[in-house]
């Protein structure tokens, strides 16, 4: 059946006087408001008025344009059911064979700093989403358009088809339209989750149209990749490609995790190496390619195929040290020119990526997580320290805070139970010496991992003759001596004291609050060690 009448409005109009000057052009009939309809006109576009067909003028400010019977019976009638054709007739009503119609920028417009409350509720549309839920549920007749991409695929069924579309376009038009429909909705729920008790505001979410990845973890499961379609900071979900294979759910994975990550350190010269989501290597320098150097020496073994995140945009004698090495990811805010050349003739397979916006601090966000049968949501995690307390006989020395604030950034990052070992590597210059990672004890991450790391780390300083004179144990005694060892949550008991003092750790920072608090602080005076409190633990499971 060949479609006889189109209504157009849209708030986006970028298309919009091409697509309906081919529909005019097709001989049907365009019906519009407002500034659709100012606009179509003022392009010589032939356009009759809603509140002309409806026989109704617009009111309330334009609140009600399009919700009126002419205009949904003519959506929803069925164009194959007698009593509707037979209704239709007896009320003087004419079809509506094609919609057009996307919505109020809601998003856009909650999204500007000092938008008010009566300004995001204007800003809810109501006619246009009725239209397109009417015109998508009877899309067995009617052509729904919300998307200005889909514009030409339109137009040139209708010059292919006898001026119509195919059943299975209208199918696909309208599922686009109700999923477009849950996205708006979700985002109008979410605006105003914020203004109600928490407790009482349901969470949603939803996506636009996914990537079928090559697949998931293994090779045998099936993966896909959702966008949030407005982030609120530079992600790697919206960083350019600019060299390399196709990015895969554990490249996405781990470079996600190397960006939170390098986060911490924005503003400065930082690297972030990752690991099956674990930063094997992290640190700050005077130079990008100081802080790399020193993050990649935390644990040259674990960085072999790693994903790499920096602060700062990438230039050639930094491409020219990534080289050396085997990378399966890096990711910067920018590259210059020559270094970017540089990475695309090394190698063909190393995905480059640039970020769609500034590096900044993370910002208040959910953190989403599925469990079968449900999602968990939790707020990000911004924090670093709620407190800073000396309980130890031997204060925690003020000079050593830097890099133990350094440590706690890292520590934050690493899966629970997690322990790190920090070193000054230069003057203000901090590396991660040594890391423990996803144990089910804490003894074990620090006896079995952080130490053992940390003891080959200086063996390699050592071979590489940074001992100046110094015997093999004053070396290593001086290095482990110095540095900081930091716990993401507190010491259940002083057994983790016992193994710290036996490795030669003299300071440590950990959030406190265990009922062993005395017995792990009697231990640590018995040591002579210095230990902090923050008051703040960040599991990562």
């Known amino acids: 059946m060949k479609i006889q009448r189109a209504l157009i409005s849209v708030s986006d109009k970028a298309g919009i006087v091409a697509f309906a000057r081919e529909l005019a052009a097709l001989g049907i009939e365009i019906l519009s408001t407002g500034g ?3 606009a179509l006109a003022a392009a010589g576009i032939p356009v009759r008025d809603v509140s002309d067909f409806t026989g109704f003028p617009e009111m309330l400010d334009g609140r009600v344009k399009t919700l009126h019977p002419r205009v949904h019976a003519g959506l929803l009638h069925l164009r194959d059911h007698a009593e509707h054709l037979a209704t239709m007739k007896a009320h003087g009503l004419d079809p509506i064979d094609l919609v057009c119609v996307n919505l109020y920028p809601f998003e856009q417009t909650v999204a500007k700093p000092d938008v008010t409350f009566e300004e995001a509720i204007e800003n809810i549309d109501i006619g246009g989403p009725t239209m397109l839920r009417s015109a998508a549920k009877n899309h067995a007749f009617v052509t729904v358009v919300t998307d200005p991409a889909d514009y030409t695929r339109v137009i040139d069924e209708l010059k292919t088809n006898g001026g119509n579309t195919t059943p299975a376009t209208r199918r696909m038009l309208a599922q686009k339209v109700y999923a477009q429909q ?31 990845l090559r697949y998931g973890e293994n090779p045998h499961q099936e993966a896909m990749f959702y966008r949030d379609p407005k982030p609120v900071e530079a992600c790697i979900a919206w960083a350019e490609i600019l060299h390399g294979k196709e990015m895969s759910y554990n490249n996405y994975l781990d470079a996600d995790a190397a960006l939170e990550a390098v986060r911490e350190l924005a503003g400065q010269p930082g690297v972030a190496i990752i690991k099956h989501s674990n930063p094997c290597g992290y640190a700050t320098g005077h130079t990008l390619p100081e802080a790399f150097e020193a993050a990649w020496s935390g644990d040259p073994v674990s960085a072999f195929g790693s994903v790499i995140a920096v602060t700062q945009p990438i230039d050639l004698e930094t491409a020219q040290l990534f080289a050396k090495r085997f990378i399966e990811v890096i990711i910067a805010p920018d590259y210059a020119p020559d270094a970017l050349e540089f990475l695309r003739a ?7 990526l640039k970020l769609h916006g500034p590096l900044e601090a993370a910002r208040p966000a959910p953190s989403i997580r599925q469990v079968n049968g449900g999602l968990l949501v939790q707020g990000r995690d911004l924090g670093l320290a709620n407190q800073w307390v000396s309980p130890t006989a031997t204060p925690f020395p003020e000079e050593r805070r830097a890099l ?95 193994e710290a ?7 440590i920072i950990q959030p406190g609050g265990s009922k062993k608090d005395e017995e792990v602080v009697s231990a640590c005076d018995k040591y002579g060690i210095a230990m902090a409190f923050t008051g703040m633990r960040h599991f990562k499971h």
């Open 501 to 507: 003092a036996e490795a030669g750790i003299r300071y």
């Open 346 to 352: 090394k190698s063909k397979n190393l995905r480059v």
């Open 182 to 212: 849950a996205r708006y909705d979700a985002a109008i729920a979410s605006y105003l989750s914020g203004h109600v008790e928490a407790a009482t505001a349901p969470f949603v979410l939803a996506l636009p149209a996914g990537e079928k």
């Open 36 to 38: 659709t309809s100012k």
């Open 404 to 498: 133990g604030e350094f440590g706690m950034k890292v520590c934050k990052h690493v899966k629970s139970n997690a322990i790190v070992i920090v070193r000054e590597y230069a003057p203000g210059c901090y590396m991660q010496l040594g890391m423990g990672a996803g144990q089910p004890n804490r003894v074990d991450s620090l006896r079995k991992l952080a130490v053992p790391r940390a003891e080959e780390n200086i063996a390699r300083m050592l071979e590489g003759g940074q001992a100046y004179g110094q015997s093999p144990t004053e070396f290593r005694d001086k290095v482990i001596g110095d540095c900081v060892l930091v716990s993401d949550a507190f010491f259940p008991f002083a057994d983790n004291i016992d």
